[in-house]
């Protein structure tokens, strides 16, 4: 396995390794560097890919220097090697959403996790760098209850964890819609819990105008976001089923700092 490093945004780095024989052209499993006063890691990988996500931090700086570890859900490609990094980074933390905290990470942490509150500011940037993350939990979906992405709002990147995956080894960022690799996956793997709160969340990331999706399995992209996560919401209601109302339920607020 070979292991990449690129860069995607400003101070943004993709890591990436792929494993051939999960998918066709197999399948990469990426984490995400913010190189900023307090750094922060989205996604460990697995146990196993630990000494290569290890060495590939440390291209970009000391390991030792990371503050904070986040991933969007509790499985073993996001954070199974979340108490590793604990153990080689003394003032690592790991930041979630409250109930990721409550449901599995009090316990599961080495060090207690800081939970954060729907809409939360999360800033990493310190005195000279914007770099402030909103805490976006989305429940159940593509899966898991704890769901939660985070937002930056300098560079506009949202780290989407499993939503919008493609299988195959693209290029690490593109400005081409990868609509119909993201719904080839979703067709070969069915990851996704197929309620009334998909193509609504989908909608929701999309008002926030991301400018770059970063994308756990497959192509990160910068082209037209808005629209592809409106497209790809209009299938998840029209070809797997998913419209039926919320049933009063509203979606977390996801407000921004700022808003009313």
């Given at each position: 396995m070979r292991t990449r490093v690129d860069q995607i945004s400003d101070r943004i780095y993709r890591i990436s390794t792929c494993i051939p024989d999960i998918a066709p052209g197999g399948f990469t499993f990426n984490q995400f560097l913010v190189d900023a006063e307090e750094p922060l890691l989205y996604h460990t990988g697995m146990r196993r890919l630990f000494p290569l996500v290890k060495e590939a931090i440390?291209?970009?700086?000391?390991?030792?220097?990371?503050?904070?570890?986040?991933?969007?859900?509790?499985?073993?490609?996001?954070?199974?090697?979340?108490?590793?990094?604990?153990?080689?980074?003394?003032?690592?933390?790991?930041?979630?959403?409250?109930?990721?905290?409550?449901?599995?990470?009090?316990?599961?942490?080495?060090?207690?996790?800081?939970?954060?509150?729907?809409?939360?500011?999360?800033?990493?940037?310190g005195a000279t760098l914007q770099r402030r993350l909103i805490a976006l939990p989305t429940p159940h979906v593509p899966h898991n209850w704890e769901s939660h992405m985070l937002f930056e709002q300098e560079t506009r990147t949202l780290f989407l964890g499993d939503l919008c995956t493609q299988f195959g080894d693209g290029p690490p960022v593109t400005d081409q819609a990868p609509f119909e690799a993201i719904?080839?996956?979703?067709?070969?793997?069915r990851q996704t819990s197929l309620g009334p709160a998909v193509p609504a969340t989908y909608r929701r990331l999309a008002d926030l105008e991301p400018v770059t999706l970063a994308v756990m399995h497959g192509s990160s992209y910068t082209g037209d976001c808005p629209t592809l996560l409106r497209m790809v919401a209009d299938i998840?209601?029209?070809?797997?089923?998913?419209?039926?109302?919320?049933?009063?339920?509203?979606?977390p607020a996801h407000k921004l700092a700022g808003s009313d």
């Amino acid at each position: 396995m070979r292991t990449r490093v690129d860069q995607i945004s400003d101070r943004i780095y993709r890591i990436s390794t792929c494993i051939p024989d999960i998918a066709p052209g197999g399948f990469t499993f990426n984490q995400f560097l913010v190189d900023a006063e307090e750094p922060l890691l989205y996604h460990t990988g697995m146990r196993r890919l630990f000494p290569l996500v290890k060495e590939a931090i440390e291209r970009i700086m000391p390991v030792e220097r990371l503050r904070w570890i986040s991933f969007a859900h509790v499985e073993a490609d996001e954070c199974g090697a979340v108490n590793d990094f604990l153990a080689v980074a003394p003032h690592a933390q790991v930041v979630h959403g409250d109930l990721g905290c409550q449901v599995s990470l009090n316990d599961l942490c080495d060090r207690d996790p800081r939970p954060l509150a729907d809409g939360e500011i999360l800033d990493i940037g310190g005195a000279t760098l914007q770099r402030r993350l909103i805490a976006l939990p989305t429940p159940h979906v593509p899966h898991n209850w704890e769901s939660h992405m985070l937002f930056e709002q300098e560079t506009r990147t949202l780290f989407l964890g499993d939503l919008c995956t493609q299988f195959g080894d693209g290029p690490p960022v593109t400005d081409q819609a990868p609509f119909e690799a993201i719904i080839a996956a979703e067709d070969l793997f069915r990851q996704t819990s197929l309620g009334p709160a998909v193509p609504a969340t989908y909608r929701r990331l999309a008002d926030l105008e991301p400018v770059t999706l970063a994308v756990m399995h497959g192509s990160s992209y910068t082209g037209d976001c808005p629209t592809l996560l409106r497209m790809v919401a209009d299938i998840y209601q029209e070809r797997y089923g998913c419209g039926t109302p919320l049933l009063g339920q509203p979606l977390p607020a996801h407000k921004l700092a700022g808003s009313d």
